[in-house]
Each structure stands twice: as structure tokens, then as C-alpha cells.
């Protein structure tokens, strides 16, 4: 049984039909990724996922226990956390005070420590300026924030919406490795990302995503071999 | 540097249409009347010739350097410009009589404005503008220290002029009806008097600066001894708590009402601060809770037939109860503008605020809320004997539910609901995405809120003995909203100071009732501008309207 099973979900934003049936599994373990065009309904199936939309239709599980029923704020608990599109920091709160709403649903206070300690390792800059306001930081580093606030609330599936959005290259890059080791240390990854080859690269799996639709799946490698993948989103001729 | 003669003027100029609009509107005459220092200086040459000042200091400011006698020049133009429009004023009542249409454009205000001597005395009007501008752009030019000390001094003798209600009050209770005579003729200050206390304020502070900046910086920038630091604020609490204590034998009856009337929008700000300041919810309706709470202090404890409580609740018993249903209602108007946001928040709040209103109103309702006669005979408090029928008392129970409150406030501030709010205040998504319930949030928000303002309208209800529904109109709703952002969102010092500034000063100022609303109005556009973040801002706030300012290390990506 596959960790997270949404099964052919139908989500609306009033009367647009945004998701026409979307059907996708993660796997413990795996990164999985999202691709497709603007609009094809990767931040849709996100949010439905972490429960800020809700589908009118289809099934959303984890670990076997349906959660499409169940309101945003308690998938925390689940073991979902998610770095929205846009990092959503919240600005006018401290680092570290952004950091420690990550671990707002938690009561153990040592455990918190270590953990900010875990994430201040993963991005020595966000140490730095940890008592700065995190409204001032770079786009950057409030990339590093908005994931080690999700990183915070120890999630077993971490969702991750566009987190190379208005980066410099190189910054990417380091978003990107900083992925791949959460995964190592046993996160579970789903990824939305415009820039597929680099979503690609570092996935297992893809899903290729095209007005609401999903019309192809396969391993990552695969998929970036894929002809009509490489014309639509590599700019490969 | 080359002076910039279309700045100058147009500084001038905004200062002319400002002091033309005054004296048409009949300010200045109505402020003549009011003198300040001796029978020399009245409110009137305050407003009229401050405002020159101001045209001759802004226009020098505008120009950033230069040297003194460039400052002077300026603001000897924009001064001289700002008297123009008044200027052609005055030639034109001489021809043209405008009573008819402009009522307050009559003689006594040509008198006002020309010293009594007809078209002759506009040169002297011209002379004494072009003199204040002059000494406002001198004003700009000279060194900072002796700007501070002279800017202190000159603000503390117009305030306490303009405030001599206040100081002859305190004056009286403290040493005695003789004692005012010393320093007051009837409300103006005397002019011996003035001049020596605008040279004892210019004096303490031009040492107080020099004696700061004449401390070794080393010392000046080492954080404070913790003990001491402690030791100080510790004093400083005892000091405030001490005069807030006493406050009713300095300041007698009257400004112990006027106390009152802060105390109660203290209440308010706060409860609402809770609501705006904290989760960011903008209510525009949140006179309800204060009508609720009345209501129900009213209908509990009357002793008229529309008593609810069948003679067994006073108001101790009442007062709980009010309270209760205050933060019921709080949670139940909550409900349905849960999954609204800002302006839409705003426009149902505030018709639900009106709602609330008319239906007191109502004679639909009148057979349980009186309607338009409303509730009379509310009994005044009592306890051990000791009843609270004066101002004086009635300051105190005030004073108690102000400081619960604000204890309460700062208590919450610091606490995970607290956190919850900013969070939720600043991203309610992302909020929800970190497993805070933003359901549960807003409606606490929502009910606290309304838990305060409930307990200052039971108070107020037992405090005027009767309640009518005109009593619950927005303004209050409006006057608590602004009070909050004057004194800075979010800020519980900024509330009481907020609450003071707009509402005690006001009192103070009864003479010029009908100018209130001109004057509150400049007062917030000005405050807007310059200082968005309130008087006494809350941190956060100050971080984010100065993000900008913050001197930030290179980047090195």
C-alpha cells in the first residue's frame, strides 16, 4: 500500500472544474513530482492534498486512513506539512519565531530545541539571522525558512509547491540538494515544480499534469527522456 | 545652495488656504476669545500665526541645508505668502460684505485679524506673518540641541496654556484657590510666568542632551545593569500606580468624569485591539458587544418594569452576567463572517453593528428594551456599604476593569492564542497549513474582544443610571478603531495613550465642541502620514512600516 493515495479527486473553484480526476500515489521513501504547465492544476492537487481545498469528489488517504475529509489544520498532526507557493513566511515574525510556529502543534519543548538545531544545521544562514525579521530576508532564504518551518513540525510526507519560484539558478541548485537530503533522512517528498529537469533530477517518480489531467506517469528518468516531455516542458527539439 | 522660490511659495501658500479656511469657518474668532498668555496671546494668533510658523519652517526644512540667513529668507517669504489669502480676505469684506453667505467672515473676525485698526492694520498682519515665518525658518536652521530645547520649551507653555483648565484644577485641589492666582489671570497664563517656564523647560533639556551626549558613548551603549533596569521600571509602576490612585483628589469631580470617559474607551480600545491589533480581524460593528453589555446591566438591574431579573441581581451579579452575554454574542455574530476577509469583514461588522442598534430601537422590541425611551433607573453600584454614586468612585471601578483587561491582554499577547493570532493575522492559509484551527482563532478573537467591550458597557450603564439606543451609534465603534491606531495597533501602552489623546483632550477642549471632528480628522491624516505606526507602536508593527530602514549586511549570493 502506498503511503498517500488520492484517488480520482474532482476539485471546483466555484463553477470551474479544476481537477478533473486526478489519481496519484507516494510511496514511503520517495520524492515524487508534479509537473506541467501554468494552470494545469499542480497547486490544486496540493492544496486539495493539505486540505485547504477540499474535493467535491474522490478520495484522498494516508497510510490507509482517509483524509480528505478531515480540515487543514489537524493534517498537521497526520504527518503533512507543506511549503506553500510563494513561501508565505510570516513576515512580520522573527526567524526563529517563524521556525517555532512550525512546531506549534507540539508540546515537547527539548525535542523543539533539537529540531530548531536540526534545521539551523540544514541552513546555517537562517542561524545567522535568526532574530531578524524574516519580511527582510532575500527570496532565498526565506525559501530555507519556509521549508524549515515545514521541517519543524516533523512531517512524514513533506508537500512542497514550487520552491525554485523567482530564485536565482544557483540558489535552486541548493533548494534542491536540500531536498534530496531530507528525503535521505526519511521524508517522504512531493513536489510541484515548474522547472522540470530540475524536478526531475532529483525525483524518483513524475507525474506529467495538463489541464487538470494527469497524462503521463513514470520514473523519473524515464520521464525525462519522454519525446513529448522533453518538447512540452525541457525545451528540447 | 539657490533657493527654490516655487517651494518656498507654495509652502506659503498651503499655509495661507489653511489659515483662509480657519477664519472663514470662524476657528480663529471662536479660538480669539481664548486667551492664553496674559490678554497678549490668545488661541486665536496660536492657530492663525502657528501656522505661519509652520509654513516658514517646512518651507526652509523642504530646501534640507543651507546657511542661516538663506533660512530666514525663506521662511520671511513663505510667511509673507502665507498672508495673502487672509490678506485679500480682509479687502474684500471691506467692499463686499459677506456675513450673508459666509456667517463667520464678520467684524469681529477683521478686527481679529487686522489688530483692531481697519485696512491700515493688514501692514502690521504682513509684518507679524512674514516675522513668524521668518523665526519658523531660523527656527530649521539652527543646531539641534538648541532646536529641542526651544521646539520642548515653546510646545510646553502653548500645552500647558491651552490645557490651564487642567493645571488651575490640579493647582486648586493640590495648594489651594490662591496658589492659581500666582501663576494664572482667569485661564490664560501670566506673562512673567510663561516666559520663565519656557526658559526652565529649554534649560532642562538643552542640559539633559548636552549631559547624554557628554557621557562617554561607551557607557551610553553597554546594555543596562539587569537589576537596574528592573529597579527602574519597578519604580516607574509604583509611581504610575501611585498617581492613577490619587488621581481623583488632584483632579476633582469633572476631569474625574473625563477620566471615566477614558477609562471606558481604555475598555474598548482594548477589547478591540484583541480583535484588529492581534488577529487582524477588522470590526467596524464592534459597538454591539458595548450595547449588549449595557443592555443587559440595564434590563438585569433596573428598576423600572422592563426588569428581566426579577429583583434579584445587583450589579455585581449583573455584571458577570453582562459579560457572558456579551462574549455569547460575540461568538454568535462570529459565525457567519468566518470565512470572511478584510474589507468584507469590515462592511458586515458594520451592518451588524447597526443592526444591533435599531433594533434596541425597534418598537418591535420596546416592550423588552424600552425602544427610543430606553432603560432608566439603573441603580449605582454598592459594596460593604460604600456606594459609588460620585465620578470619583466610579473612576475606580473603571480603573479596576481597565487594568483586569489590560493584564489580561498582555498575558494573552505572550501566549500560544496569541501567537495564533499573529499567525493567522499574517497568513491565514499558511496559518491553517502550520495545524492552527482558524475557526476556533478568529471566534476567541471574536469573543474576548466582545468580553471587554461588554464590561465597559455594563459599566457605563451603571455609571448614567439609564441607557438609549443613540448611545450605541458607530461613532463609538469608529472613535474606539481610531483611538487604537493613533495610539498603535497591536500596542497595549498605545491604547491608553490613544485613548487619552482622543478622547480625554477632547474633553478638555469643550469650548470648541463643534471643531472636534475638523480637528480629529487633520489630527489622524497628519498622524497617517508621519507616523503610521501610532504613538507607542507595538514592535512587530514598527519592524514592518520601517522594514525599509533597517540598515540590512550585504548580500553575498
Known sequence: ?237 | MKINWKTTLRYGLIGGVSALYFSMIGMVELFAGRNLIGTTVNMGHLLLYGGMLAAGLLAARAHHQGKLAQHAVIGLVAGLSAAIPTALLVILHEFIPMQDVFVSVNNALIRFLTFERGLPGLLQFFLASGLLGLLGGLFDGIPTDYRRAVGTGLAGVAIVAVFSDLVTQVLTNLFGRASVNIFFVSKALKPVIALVLLLAIAAFVFMRDRRKANAPAAVAAAPLDKRAALRKQVILFVIIGALLAIAPWILGSFLSQVLFEVGRFVLLGLGLNIVVGYAGLLDLGYVAFFAFGAYTMGLLTTTTNLNLGGGVFNFWLALPIAVLVSVLFGVLLGFPVLSLRGDYLAIVTLGFGEIIRILALSDWLKPIMGGAQGVLFIPTPEIFGIVFDSPESMYYLVLAAALVAAFVSIRLRDSRLGRQWMAMREDEDVAEAMGINTVQTKLLAFAIGAGFSGLGGAIFAARLGNIFPHSFNLLISINALSLIIVGGLGSIPGVIVGAIALVGLPELLREFQEYRLLIYGILLIVMMLNRPEGFLPAEVFKRELHAGEITEPAEVE
Open chain 1, 1 to 237: 500500500m502506498a503511503m498517500l493515495e488520492v484517488h480520482d479527486i474532482h476539485t471546483y473553484y466555484g463553477n470551474i472544474h479544476a481537477l478533473k480526476g486526478i489519481s496519484l500515489e507516494v510511496n514511503q521513501g520517495e520524492i515524487v513530482t508534479l509537473i506541467g504547465a501554468n494552470g494545469a492544476g499542480k497547486t490544486t492537487t496540493l492544496r486539495t492534498i493539505s486540505g485547504l481545498l477540499r474535493p467535491r469528489q474522490g478520495t484522498i488517504t494516508l497510510n490507509g486512513e482517509l483524509i480528505s475529509e478531515l480540515p487543514a489544520h489537524e493534517l498537521v498532526y497526520k504527518g503533512i506539512a507543506m511549503v506553500p507557493e510563494g513561501r508565505g513566511v510570516f513576515a512580520k515574525m522573527s526567524v526563529q519565531e517563524n521556525l517555532e510556529m512550525g512546531a506549534y502543534h507540539r508540546n515537547d519543548k527539548a525535542v523543539i530545541t533539537s529540531d530548531l538545531e536540526y534545521v539551523f544545521g540544514l541552513f546555517p544562514r537562517l542561524k545567522e539571522r535568526r532574530r531578524q525579521v524574516s519580511g527582510t530576508l532575500s527570496g532565498g532564504e526565506q525559501q530555507m525558512l519556509a521549508t524549515g518551518r515545514a521541517l519543524m513540525s516533523k512531517p512524514t510526507l513533506l508537500l512542497m509547491d514550487e520552491p525554485s519560484m523567482g530564485l536565482a539558478p544557483i540558489l535552486v541548485e541548493g533548494i534542491f540538494d536540500t531536498i534530496q537530503a531530507i528525503n535521505k533522512e526519511g521524508t517522504t517528498v512531493l513536489l510541484v515544480e515548474q522547472n522540470a529537469l530540475m524536478a526531475l533530477s532529483i525525483a524518483h517518480r513524475g507525474y506529467v499534469l495538463q489541464t487538470g489531467q494527469i497524462v503521463l506517469t513514470d520514473k523519473a528518468d524515464k520521464l525525462k527522456k519522454d519525446p513529448t516531455v522533453q518538447k512540452a516542458y525541457l525545451g528540447v527539439d
